[in-house]
């Protein structure tokens, strides 16, 4: 993973966090959770994934937004 802004790090911006993370073929990154309201740009590649349940299938140009739900997403 490549941070490239982190909330650790003082700044105007630090309400953000901003990465790059390289997924290899087969790799499972595992059960993740947030609050939802993220948004996730592909830049290449292909690559699935469930959220709360629903699969889901994108590739390279593809954005995914994350809805704000009371309870998260997972």
């Not at 700044?11 to 595992?30: E, T």
């Not at 292909?46 to 299938?57: C, S």
Request: one cysteine or more; proline letters at 4%; glycine letters at 12%.
């Amino acid at each position: 993973m490549k941070w490239f802004m982190h909330p650790c790090v003082e700044s105007a911006w630090n309400a953000y966090v901003l990465y790059a993370q390289q997924v290899n073929p087969g790799w499972k990154s595992g059960l993740q959770r947030c609050q939802g309201g993220v948004l996730f740009y592909m830049l290449q590649g292909r690559l699935r994934t469930k959220v709360n349940g629903e699969l889901y299938n994108w590739g390279a140009g593809d954005l995914m937004t994350l809805p704000i739900l009371r309870d998260g997403v997972e």
